[in-house]
């Protein structure tokens, strides 16, 4: 499958907790961004690596959210201290900033769910 | 004001039907603009991008109209499988290029 692919598929955690989830883009793509999705919501843009650079955070990121993308490959999102609020679908998404129109292909997602 | 409104919907059509979906959007220096669709608890998938000539594929066309910042969507002869929510997404200008979705539009094909 060469899609974007991120696991784990599903984390159930008690309010508090840290978690760690990974993506990895289409292999030729060079950019990766994350997304967050609530219930009858469309994806919002949380923040955007080109190759190993954090370009860009949107302000839903706040301090206890931290994303790496170390070798320009898979990204991570930590959330630090998790709180009820951050329950929704996490989506990563790919893009190849030579294709036309650089459409941007997600993963299926990690739905998080505080208890 | 959102950035990307749509109609919520639901959009409730008997197959074979024609449904369109419109999108307006707020900030006039966007520059690409696309739908993808949704299926439950699914990942969104791109549909088609919309080029300001309008484009068509196969039953679905989408216009542009810069002017107005409209987006629409058609869908001809719908298919039961059509049945899932459909997010207009423009590319706002700026360095990260990220994509601002809509709502999205719930449609449902009934037999």
């Known amino acids: 499958d060469t899609g974007v692919s991120q696991n784990p598929r599903h984390k159930i955690t008690k309010r508090g907790q840290n978690v760690t989830f990974r993506c990895d883009p289409i292999?030729?793509?060079?950019?990766l961004y994350w997304y967050r999705q609530t219930l009858g919501q469309g994806p919002e843009f949380l923040t955007y690596f080109q190759n190993e650079a954090q370009l860009e955070k949107s302000r839903l990121l706040s301090d206890r959210f931290s994303a790496e993308r170390p070798k320009g490959s898979f990204s991570t999102l930590e959330i630090q201290r998790t709180e009820q609020g951050d329950s929704a679908m996490y989506l990563c998404a790919s893009s190849f900033d030579r294709e036309a129109n650089q459409p941007q292909h997600f993963g299926d997602g990690t739905r998080l769910s505080i208890l | 004001r959102k950035e990307v409104e749509q109609d919520p919907g639901p959009f409730n059509v008997p197959e074979g039907a024609t449904v369109a979906f419109n999108c307006t959007y707020s900030n006039s220096a966007s520059q690409s603009f696309f739908w993808y669709r949704q299926d439950c608890r699914k990942e969104p998938k791109l549909l088609m991008s919309?080029?300001?000539s309008g484009n068509e594929d196969g039953r679905f066309t989408a216009q542009l109209n810069r002017a107005s910042q409209y987006i629409s969507l058609l869908i001809r002869d719908s298919k039961l499988s059509d049945s899932a929510t459909y997010l207009c997404?423009?590319?706002?200008?700026?360095?990260?290029?990220?994509?601002?979705f809509g709502s999205g539009t719930q449609l449902t094909v009934l037999p």
């Open positions: 919309v080029y300001s």
């Open positions: 997404v423009v590319n706002i200008v700026g360095s990260a290029r990220q994509l601002t």
């Open positions: 292999s030729e793509h060079n950019r």
